[in-house]
């Protein structure tokens, strides 16, 4: 036996001081876990926890949680409005009136000179959903512009997409009590260590007492692939074969559940049909993915008594997102497995509150997944809201990879961007770049002022952030939670339900629509438009949902009425049989053929290059880079590459490369492993003009979404390192 290895030293917490803590719920991922600030006897915030008797964490939180608190101090925060006449001239302060009036001034103006949709605005996936709710109401019912959509569409609008189609409305059918019932787990391009650290725990714990199999597909040797049973190293963008492979054998073998199709779906046959073009001989030569694998995984998915798919990125941010989400509703429906204790399609989404913007903002249609294109949802608010509903559009706009080529082509004059930086998160950001240069009028409205495309407004609106707010959010098993006020924006900035609030009054002199101040009372407003839809919340408040930390939607005013609590663990969609949300109550079946529209490696350039998230950072960095114990693991940009690459290339570890790809080039420093094939790199997306100089923008032509993770690159060995080194480091400036 070493020496001391039978004893057990104490683990111990510095004190912090903490003399109160206060509730909230976190703001990075879609996890949703419950979290408490601890404030010293000065009333600084000192410390993060996580929520002992909350179901979704359980007094867990990952890395970024736990220095949470940080952000309340972090640099770059802005305090003060301001103003410019050009964007490329220094700032001056301004005070709020000033800077709302020239906001509200240039939207008119710009509307009365080149038509209502010449003005676009566009938010974010992290505000909370009262915020998101009051922004569709103004954009909706008094600026009158079709041209609003939401960041999420970098995210999840292939989720989005594909569960309207499959089902008849977004809305994630299952929950992370599934976990606990399913017999078999696939994860289809997501890596939650990384990702969503708590899931994967629920998940792992889940396992551990149960043992079902984990079937990870990936191209990449993902922290997920090597705790998997099975690992599928796919080809880039080829799920959609996979998948139809894996639905050849499931009905060529009468694995079926023939009982549940003919009862829940339209469209077997032609279902079928298609898939009869996909046996495993011909998909393996498409998907990289041997025929022997793909029977063996069929059987094993359809066998087992209750199967469930989770997805990520890795599915969504593709040419073919919105279609690889379907092929996994297809996958369920055929084997019986939605609506089930285990057997579930869920996507795994990824801001904060992209469901809450997905159910209320108001960006694709109208509130609680009401659409513009159905003539009764538009006569439904346009009475809510006390407007004439010839107002409303007939059909939603834009989506926001879109709004950037109209931008481009001269289309839209003008851009409210709220708690969003595209010049770090579209693809091809030289090409934003430059469309963005050619905007009459820009307001930027966020929580700090050094953003990159802050360089381009003319007016900034300085905004509160996570916990300085009043509000709820919805994570990604459809639980709603509280996120109480428990700080003060610095200097002069607002929340942005006030920002809000003081626009609509501008465009709302008649006073003809309702903005209530209070976030609870807004929330109540939410519940009654909720009433009898898919939905529902008009059984929650704010204080229930802070007392049960977090409540499941639907939970109605009649379950109120006749006593019934909300549940414990968690609550299933789709539960009874033809309850979906198309008019017959079927879900549909649908054939996917697969169209090669993939970027893909040649002579000229020929590694494939993978992008994705880092555990430490969040989306590009604006938050994690400014808070030392998150930026310290990664605090420049880097490539993981295969040894034999780096021996054939003449690279060694730690040197800087040149990255080119059609677009542009980036330089990032090299880290060998063997996490990736010879043919692959794989670069994180946090690093602002590093990855999305590479990235096309080639788009899902349902979702808009783009496909940031199928482009080819070369790599060039870097002669000058100093240079380069110094070249990285000012890049990462803010």
């Not at 996507?347 to 003539?375: H, K």
Request: charged content about 25%; overall charge neutral; glycine content about 8%.
């Amino acid at each position: 036996m070493l020496f001391g290895r039978s004893k057990k030293n104490p683990v111990k917490i510095a004190d912090k001081g903490v003399v109160e803590w206060k509730y909230a719920a976190c703001g990075y991922c879609s996890t949703g876990c419950s979290i408490e600030v601890g404030f010293n006897a000065e009333g600084k915030a000192v410390a993060s926890r996580g929520v002992a008797d909350a179901d979704v964490n359980r007094g867990k939180l990952c890395l970024k949680g736990i220095f949470e608190h940080e952000l309340f101090e972090s640099a770059g925060r802005g305090v003060v409005p301001k103003m410019r006449d050009h964007w490329h001239e220094d700032w001056r302060e301004t005070d709020w009136d000033t800077a709302l009036d020239k906001v509200h001034d240039e939207i008119r103006r710009i509307q009365e000179k080149y038509g209502r949709d010449s003005f676009a605005i566009i938010s974010t996936g992290q505000m909370l959903t009262e915020e998101f709710y009051t922004l569709g109401k103004l954009t909706r019912g008094l600026i009158g512009t079709n041209n609003y959509d939401g960041n999420t569409t970098l995210c999840m609008a292939s989720a989005v997409s594909g569960y309207k189609r499959s089902f008849g409305s977004d809305g994630p059918p299952g929950c992370y009590e599934d976990f606990e019932h399913t017999d078999l787990l696939i994860a289809w391009g997501s890596n939650l260590p990384e990702q969503h650290p708590i899931i994967y725990w629920r998940m792992k714990e889940a396992q551990e007492k149960k043992g079902f199999p984990l079937i990870v597909v990936d191209p990449r040797v993902t922290m997920l692939a090597q705790n998997a049973d099975l690992h599928l190293p796919i080809t880039p963008g080829t799920d959609v074969v996979l998948q139809n492979a894996l639905m050849h054998v499931i009905i060529k073998e009468g694995l079926q559940d023939q009982a549940y199709i003919d009862a829940n779906t339209n469209g077997f046959e032609e279902l079928k049909a298609e898939v009869e073009k996909y046996d495993p001989t011909t998909a393996a030569k498409i998907c990289g993915i041997d025929e022997d694998t793909i029977r063996h995984v069929a059987r094993r998915f359809a066998n087992a008594g209750a199967a469930m798919q989770i997805w990520t990125m890795g599915i969504n941010q593709s040419t073919h997102g919105s279609d690889g989400v379907v092929g996994i509703n297809n996958l369920a429906l055929i084997t019986g497995n939605i609506g089930k204790p285990g057997g579930t399609s869920l996507s795994i989404t990824g801001q904060c509150n992209a469901m809450g913007t997905r159910e209320w903002s108001s960006c694709s249609g109208l509130p609680n997944y009401r659409y513009l294109e159905i003539p009764e949802h538009r006569e439904e608010i346009a009475k809510f809201w006390n407007i004439d509903v010839t107002f409303f559009p007939k059909k939603r706009g834009m989506f926001q990879t879109d709004i950037y080529h109209a931008i481009e082509s001269g289309e839209i004059k003008g851009l409210w961007l709220i708690a969003t930086n595209p010049l770090s998160s579209l693809p091809n950001t030289a090409r934003i770049r430059k469309a963005m240069e050619k905007l009459e009028f820009c307001a930027v409205q966020d929580c700090y002022e050094d953003t990159e495309s802050a360089q381009y407004a003319h007016v900034y609106l300085p905004a509160g952030t996570w916990a300085e707010k009043d509000g709820v959010m919805t994570n990604t098993e459809r639980r709603i939670n509280r996120v109480k006020p428990v700080a003060t924006p610095p200097g002069q900035a607002k929340p942005d339900l006030w920002i809000f609030n003081r626009m609509a009054e501008r465009f709302n002199r008649e006073g003809r629509m309702k903005f209530p101040e209070k976030a609870a009372d807004i929330f109540l407003e939410m519940g009654e438009l909720s009433k009898g839809r898919l939905a529902d919340i008009s059984g929650m408040t704010h204080e229930l949902l802070e007392e049960r930390r977090g409540v499941q939607w639907p939970y109605t005013a009649g379950q109120v009425k006749k006593g019934e609590e909300p549940p414990q663990g968690g609550k299933r969609l789709y539960t009874e049989t033809a309850s979906f949300q198309y008019p017959d109550g079927r879900a549909k079946l649908i054939p996917l053929p697969f169209n090669d529209n993939n970027e893909v490696p040649d002579d000229e350039y020929p590694v494939w290059l993978n992008t994705g998230r880092l555990i430490e950072h969040w989306h590009g960095r604006t938050k994690t880079g400014k808070i030392g114990n998150n930026n310290k693991y990664s605090p420049i940009p880097f490539i993981e590459i295969n040894p034999d690459l780096c021996a054939e290339l003449g690279i060694q570890r730690g040197e800087y490369v040149r990255l080119v790809s059609r677009r542009s080039d980036a330089i990032a420093m090299a880290q060998p492993t063997g996490r990736v094939p010879k043919n692959m790199v794989f670069l994180p997306f946090h690093f602002h003009d590093c990855a999305n100089r590479l990235t096309l923008g080639l788009l899902d032509p349902h979702s808009r979404q783009p496909a940031y993770k199928q482009s080819a690159v070369r790599i060039e060995k870097i002669a000058d390192q100093k240079e380069a080194a110094r070249l990285s480091m000012e890049m990462r400036k803010f």
